[in-house]
Nanobody, 126 residues
């Protein structure tokens, strides 16, 4: 499986911005869809954003549309989540995930993402 390591989490005030990064090991990164999920205390893990293997397709949860942007740099085996206009309800542990099916497109099905990172904490304060 692909090993994923997230970074970039931290404490930020409401209305601020933060960029998360996820670095993947392996040599087939460019063939897989990537996604970001999050889990707040007492809540189930929820989908945030995904990007297809080519980077040409993206998919966002309604709660983050217009505020978050997912992107990838295949040459660096890295996927990013640029978060802006952060709200208190964005506070959660954010996880990076990879769909190991080749040529996979952007989607929100957590069951089809095979590899997961350990997560990075994002805390939005008032």
């Amino acid at each position: 499986q692909v090993q994923l390591v997230e970074s970039g989490g931290g404490l930020v005030q409401a209305g601020g911005s933060l960029r998360l990064s996820c670095v993947a090991s392996g040599r087939t990164f460019s063939r897989h869809a990537m996604g970001w999920f999050r889990q707040a205390p007492g809540k189930e893990r929820e989908f945030v954003a995904a990007i297809g293997w080519s980077g040409s397709t993206t998919y966002y949860a309604d709660s983050v549309k217009g505020r978050f942007t997912i992107s990838r740099e295949n040459a660096k085996n890295t996927v990013h989540l640029q978060m802006g206009s952060l709200k208190l309800e964005d506070t959660a542990v954010y996880y990076c995930a990879a769909d190991l099916r080749q040529w996979s497109t952007a989607h929100s099905d957590s069951q089809r993402f095979d590899s997961w990172g350990q997560g990075t904490q994002v805390t939005v304060s008032s």
